[in-house]
């Protein structure tokens, strides 16, 4: 590939978020209506740029070779003669379903602009973080009456032997979720702290499939947890990829 | 409970909803009666104020509701008239209604000053794709990852596992569809990063469409 | 530095001393100058009030003389006129004059309410996993967390971890166990938020099982 060809590729590379993404650029470019632009046309560019993408080493995510071939199918299905009046002029348009699901596409595009607008809107807005001394004489009050706390231990010996049923919770929260959720979160990150794996107010369930997903990640080796002093939190890192920050030394036992 | 008690104790007879209707009745009048009642709003507005100061956290209607024995169109008449003196007043501070509360905040017109002067970081910046990924669930809340990747046409698997450790989404069920997948929906965070009351303060769909084929992302 | 090039920028000529004074002495004019100047000072009259808020400590009268290239007698202006503001408004918040700097306050009026009222949303936070640990804690101490999870029949860490943040129980020693667990037990503040002089005073479950709990709530 000639210095030019390389260096405009450079200009025009942009970050696409996925196939639809980069159809609809290059349908504006063309700077014609969608349902007016050939099918031809978008879907010559569309390979070139896979092809410029794979000139430049960038590896390319199969969703955008699964476009490909859609688009070479539809090329190919225009192609065939319909049977009915056939136009030398006509130009095959991109199909129905497409320029639907690039439409659809373009909504929700439009409204991540609207949000990220709101976004940066908002971020000049701060709060205050309250310290917890800073309610200086409010003194720690409990709403729990000495007898809340007695009930609360009679209840439990009461009940050694319905606890089993109660755990039958795991029902609504799999393990295997839990599982899915911890690798999806940790191959985006090295690490991430135990109480960052619940959204707010956590059911029982959650934190305990959450609990059993992270022992059974660390029996197969695919993580591993450190927690740099007793009671401190938790941090979850991913199997292997670890290197003992220098806090972590601290490690009190 | 006690405490409710205790609080109707503290003001005796002015916070009965019959009450404070018949005292709103005869507010013209400016008789003793209506003096005690302004007397109490007042002092209710001081506490209020007090109140959402002191709580690190948008405090809701029901919150004053539940603490001070109030109904809620009169809790809001009160807190609606300091959001509007903060509003006039134009100083440093705002008092907004967000995340489905109110909490004081500042002004956004120093926001550069207060991030220089007090070492405030930027907020980080959601890339294109997460941004993507968000107003897709946003809008379509519950919704699943499958549903989410057909919409984008790529897999979102990891935008969706970002969102959630930014905690601006959570899983709120599963979809009655084959394999009972998780569905995803927003969180209170995602409404107060967003500066929203509630999720219906979402602009319409149909209202940002027309922008879509223009030369919107220029 | 570049944040302080920027920041002349923005307030080009009054904020430097001699030119402020000046403008000072012009101020009965209403000139155009003088009505820069005062436009000038309401804008630092709203960043002094939201850096003040933002803040969590009081701030001295040197850290805007620092921060904003102002004299102290005129920073002391603008914040003598913040004060006076909030002191006439006689709303629920102050801006207080305290060990030598400002810092926004509550009213004192309200101490009281505030008091059960924000000791009220933290009493909420004694969840029942929370009540149940502790009532085995304060009952079977020296007890290790294994020993509770055996009781409950779920992890109890992050209980156990929530109860020390709270203060209410602490690590007493070791468990002559395998792997010599650390054993828990209640503390100091455990007796006093209960009204018990000592552990012992405690009623006896036998005791308890006698009450019977009839009504939920009493």
């Known amino acids: 590939m000639s210095v030019l060809a390389s260096e405009k590729c450079v200009i025009t590379l942009e970050k696409f978020e996925g196939p639809l993404d980069l159809l609809w650029n290059l349908i504006r470019e063309s700077r014609l209506d969608i349902t007016e632009v050939p099918l031809a046309l978008v879907t010559e560019q569309y390979i070139a740029y896979l092809r410029m993408m794979e000139s430049l080493n960038i590896q390319i995510a199969s969703e955008f070779i699964l476009m490909a071939s859609e688009l070479l199918y539809y090329k190919s299905k225009a192609l065939l003669p319909s049977g009915e009046m056939e136009d030398d002029y006509f130009v095959p348009p ?23 607008e709101k976004f940066e809107k908002q971020s000049d807005c701060f709060f205050r973080t309250i310290e917890q001394g800073e309610i200086k004489d409010a003194e720690m009050y409990l709403e729990v009456s000495l007898f809340d706390l007695l009930k609360a231990f009679s209840d439990i010996i009461d009940s050694q032997e319905t606890i089993e049923q109660e755990e039958i919770v795991f029902d609504e929260v799999l393990v295997s979720d839990r599982i899915a959720y911890i690798e999806a979160v940790l191959s985006s990150c090295e690490s ?19 609990f059993l997903a992270i022992l059974e990640l660390a029996k197969m080796c695919r993580i591993k947890i450190l927690q740099h002093r007793l009671f401190g939190e938790i941090r979850i890192f991913q199997g292997g990829a670890y290197n003992v920050s220098p806090e972590a030394e601290h490690t009190a036992d | ?17 019959d009450e404070a209707g018949e005292l709103d009745d005869n507010a ?21 104020e007090a109140v959402i100061f002191l709580s690190g956290e948008p405090l809701p209607i029901s919150f004053f509701v539940k603490n001070f024995g109030i109904d809620p169109t009169q809790a809001k008449i009160i807190i609606d ?54 107003s897709i669930i946003a809008y379509k809340q519950p919704i699943s990852i499958a549903e989410i990747d057909a919409l984008r046409g790529v897999s979102s698997r990891m935008m969706v596992a970002n969102l959630m450790k930014k905690n601006l989404i959570k899983p709120v069920g599963r979809k009655e569809l084959p394999g009972r997948p998780l569905a995803y929906g927003t969180t209170d965070d995602f409404l107060k990063y967003f500066g929203l009351n509630k999720i219906s303060d979402l602009p319409k769909l149909s209202e940002i469409k027309e922008l879509a084929f223009g030369g919107d992302d220029q």
């Open chain 1, 94 to 116: 991109l199909p129905p379903d497409l320029v639907e699901r690039l439409l659809e596409y373009k909504k929700y595009q439009a409204a991540a602009s609207s949000l990220r």
């Open chain 2, 81 to 134: 008239s300091l959001v509007d003196e903060y509003e006039e007043r134009d100083g440093g501070i705002r008092l907004l209604e967000i995340s489905k509360g109110y909490q004081f905040a500042t002004s956004a017109r120093y926001a550069d000053q207060l991030r220089r002067i007090m070492g405030l970081e930027r907020r980080e910046k959601l890339s294109k794709g997460m941004l993507e990924t968000l």
């Open chain 2, 28 to 48: 013209e009048e400016d008789g003793p009666d209506s003096k005690d009642e302004r007397g109490n709003e007042a002092e209710l507005r001081g506490l209020f």
């Open chain 1, 192 to 210: 991430v702290l135990f109480t960052d794996l619940f959204s707010d107010n956590p059911t029982k369930a959650v934190i305990i499939a959450s």
């Open chain 2, 1 to 17: 409970m006690s405490p409710v008690e205790k609080n109707e104790n503290e003001y005796p007879e002015s916070l009965g909803d």
